[in-house]
């Protein structure tokens, strides 16, 4: 299949705290994800991504998981801070689609608290 | 840093009309996409196109749609007669040919009415 769902659609963390946020994907043809943030009013924007060789992979304050068992996918967000607040997608591109054409999950809305 | 642009941000159209989205990829980039986002909901593919031809479509891009790159800057998506339900935010999209990760522009809000 294609789909690419959140466990929750909204997530509140105070500033500071650590944010976690979840994706299934149900595809296992899939070799590559991506975490996208978008903003209000704003087109995706790329934070990081991972191949389905590894299982974890580091970026400044972020991190992904990839749990290819249970196909699992989760971005951890260290010392959430306001600006962090937004929607976030996780996507999947299938090593079947020539031009990697990217499946999106729902969302999750992150909001962070002063 | 080099972005991915869109025009306009907002049309507005009445049913049955024709409309033509407007994006301008990163210039080095090769491979071309179109993405729409009905309100509240998740990001759905429409087509990718690389040397001016579609390269995969969705269900959704059916014979009412079409893409064109008619010069070396700008890519296109027509819609030739549009329906309410047509109603979302569109975002083109663009990447390199080694990489997966494609840039988003900032999206036109499409209104039909």
């Known amino acids: 299949g294609e789909s690419v769902g959140l466990h929750l659609p909204t997530l509140s963390v105070q500033e500071g705290d650590n944010s976690i946020i979840n994706c299934a994907y149900s595809n296992s043809a899939s070799d590559y994800f991506i975490w996208y943030k978008q903003e209000s009013g704003k087109g995706p924007q790329f934070i990081i991504d991972i191949r389905s060789n590894m299982d974890k992979r580091q970026g400044q304050r972020v991190t992904v998981l990839l749990n290819k068992t249970v196909k699992h996918l989760s971005l951890q967000i260290a010392a959430t801070q306001p600006g962090d607040s937004a929607v976030y997608f996780c996507a999947e591109a299938d090593r079947g689609s020539t031009l990697g054409r990217l499946y999106f999950g729902r969302g999750t809305q992150l909001t962070v608290w002063p | 840093e080099p972005e991915v642009t869109q025009t306009p941000s907002h049309q507005v159209t009445q049913m049955g009309q024709e409309v033509i989205l407007r994006c301008v990829p990163i210039s080095n980039h090769l491979y071309f996409y179109w993405y729409r986002q009905i309100l509240g909901q998740k990001v759905e593919f429409l087509v990718s196109f690389y040397n001016n031809e579609i390269s995969e479509k969705s269900e959704i891009f059916d014979d009412q749609f079409s893409v064109e790159r008619p010069d070396g800057s700008n890519f296109t998506l027509k819609i030739r007669s549009t329906k309410l339900e047509d109603s979302a935010m569109y975002f083109c999209?663009?990447?390199?040919?080694?990489?997966?990760?494609?840039?988003f522009g900032p999206g036109t809000r499409l209104t039909v009415t």
């Open positions: 999209a663009s990447k390199l040919a080694v990489t997966y990760e494609q840039y």
